[in-house]
């Protein structure tokens, strides 16, 4: 089945850095890779996704960035906020069984002043 | 709001009760999900409900019982629990089995096994 790496675990960050988060995923069929944040106490929620037949998708300060060859996939958060604290999670669809997302073990930002 | 509604928010049982979570949503959605969520794990599906119809079972332990009366409704019956099922049970919905789309979340049942 597939399997999806994350790194790093945690990840502290002064406000306005950057953060990058990395996933790798194992089946080269995978085409649906979608990233949840979860603040403290509440529910994931999506935050960008992005499918195989694009390379790099971007929504304001977030962007993510799929490379099929290699079979990696990243979050990129720029000029990051406080607010952006929260543990990220990563996952990638398991090609021929429509229902199953395999997420990764999550990362916990942390963005200090 | 996600219309995403899960109680109880927090639950502690012995190994001996019987106690039920319940899910619901007001998206329209067909497809309804019970996912359990670990320290330092990933997210675990455990059963997948589409129109009503059990599509998953990931090999858990019939001490979790998955009920789906209907495409708005879902609980998790539970019974002679371990200590390790100690965790966060998550709902989800999303429009169709198919998951090129997003996953809506409810916030959670907080279970606590003695």
């Known amino acids: 089945g597939e399997n999806v790496e994350q790194h790093p675990s945690t990840l502290s960050v002064q406000e306005g850095d950057s953060a990058v988060i990395k996933c790798t995923y194992s089946?080269?069929?995978?085409?649906?890779f979608p990233w949840y944040k979860q603040e403290l106490g509440k529910r994931p929620q999506l935050i960008i996704d992005?499918?195989?037949?694009?390379g790099e998708k971007k929504d304001q300060r977030i962007a993510v960035t799929l490379n099929k060859t290699a079979k990696h996939f990243s979050l990129h958060i720029t000029e990051t906020q406080p607010e952006d604290s929260a543990v990220y999670f990563c996952a990638a669809n398991l090609p021929g069984t429509a229902s199953k997302l395999t997420f990764g073990t999550g990362t916990r930002l942390q963005v200090t002043l | 709001e996600t219309g995403v509604t899960q109680t109880p928010r927090h639950l502690v049982m012995g190994m001996t009760n019987k106690k039920s979570l319940k899910c619901e949503q007001h998206l329209g959605h067909n497809a309804m999900y019970w996912y359990k969520q670990s320290a330092k794990k990933p997210l675990e599906l455990m059963f997948v409900?589409?129109?009503?119809?059990?599509?998953e079972n990931n090999s858990v332990p019939s001490r979790f019982s998955p009920e789906c009366p209907n495409s708005s409704h879902l609980f998790l019956h539970l019974h002679t629990l371990q200590p390790e099922d100690s965790a966060l049970y998550l709902c989800a919905s999303s429009r169709t089995r198919s998951l090129s789309g997003e996953l809506f979340f409810g916030e959670g049942s907080r279970l606590t096994v003695l």
């Open positions: 089946d080269s069929a995978s085409n649906y």
């Open positions: 992005i499918r195989s037949n694009v």
């Open positions: 409900y589409s129109l009503e119809e059990r599509v």
